[in-house]
């Protein structure tokens, strides 16, 4: 899979009728490009995606595409709860000539684990030619994929790699370790420093739409073999992070981005427009996510 450096996980931009603003999206996505990302992950959580109806979701994924005109990949989160819905969006992606699909488990109904392989199963057969990317979420999904139960999914679809939005790297190593051919995406970023050197051939994450350069850096540092900056670097990121969690990391990226002249709106209820003291907590501190 031809997948390197910082990927973000796009938020979808609003307009104050509650619309999708594209020609915030547009401009988000080209000013992302000449800071160097490597990619898009589009219509994933930090897209609010189960917030968004199919017509946006589809829309949203041919926007990022044409507006990226092939100068990175693109990579169609196409999640949902149910099977053909997610076969749906995953012929629409191929169709409009997105690089790869990924998806979270389907949830709510606890399925077994054999009903979760066979729905990615389906959206192989859906995509055919295009790399399939398992999006690990538990805290939001509530399905384990560790070390014992990912070859179900790799055996029953061909699965070619994993975004891992989990706090444990033993599982992460482990994981590594029993599938070498397994493309690894990070997906905690305030951990992209201490999954390096784990073997991940990327990073997807939402702290991307706003701070990329930082990331940039601390894989320079990693690759220059100086890990002491590359540390630091994470210990200054991740200062922000934990104000950002403290607030809403949606909420924060929209609010910083609509500062930087790229308007956002309010993320989709239910989630609560930003109170006036969370907005001087993120303008607190807003100087340091530029630099
Ligand atoms: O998968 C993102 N996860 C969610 C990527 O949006 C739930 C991450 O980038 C986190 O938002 C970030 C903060 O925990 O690491």
Redesign the pocket.
């Known amino acids: 899979m031809n997948l390197s450096g910082i990927i973000p996980?796009l938020v979808t931009p609003f307009k104050e009728d509650g619309s999708v603003n594209y020609d915030s999206l547009k401009e988000l996505i080209k000013t992302l490009i000449a800071k160097g990302v490597g990619g898009f992950y589009a219509c994933?959580?930090?897209a609010e995606c189960f917030l968004l109806t199919d017509d946006e979701r589809k829309k949203v994924l041919e926007t990022v595409v044409n507006t990226v005109d092939g100068k990175v990949p693109v990579i169609a989160h196409l999640g949902n709860i149910g099977t053909d819905k997610t076969c749906e969006l995953a012929h629409h992606a191929k169709s409009i000539g997105a690089c790869a699909v990924s998806s979270v488990p389907p949830f709510y109904y606890k399925f077994s684990f054999e009903e979760i392989a066979q729905y990615y199963a389906d959206i192989a057969k859906s995509a055919p030619d295009l790399p399939l990317i398992i999006y690990s979420?538990p805290a939001?999904s509530g399905v384990s994929i560790n070390a014992d139960n990912i070859g179900k999914i790799i055996d029953a679809s061909g699965a070619q790699g994993l975004?891992y939005?989990d706090y444990n790297l033993f599982e992460l190593e482990k994981i590594s370790r029993k599938y070498p051919n397994l493309s690894l995406f990070n997906?905690?970023?305030?951990l992209y420093v201490n999954a390096l050197p784990v073997g991940i051939d990327a990073a997807?994450?939402?702290?991307f739409n706003v701070m990329p350069q930082k990331y940039i850096k601390l894989k320079e540092y990693f690759d220059a073999g100086n890990l002491s900056a590359a540390a630091d670097k994470q210990k200054e990121i991740n200062e922000i992070?934990e104000a950002?969690?403290k607030v809403g990391?949606n909420q924060s990226i929209k609010y910083w981005l609509g500062k930087s002249g790229i308007s956002c709106g309010d993320c989709r209820k239910p989630f609560a427009p930003l109170t006036a003291e969370q907005r001087k907590l993120l303008d607190g501190i807003y100087d340091k996510v530029l630099n």
């Open positions: 996980a994933g959580s930090t979420i939001f975004k939005t997906g905690h970023d305030e997807i994450g939402s702290t992070i950002m969690i990391v």
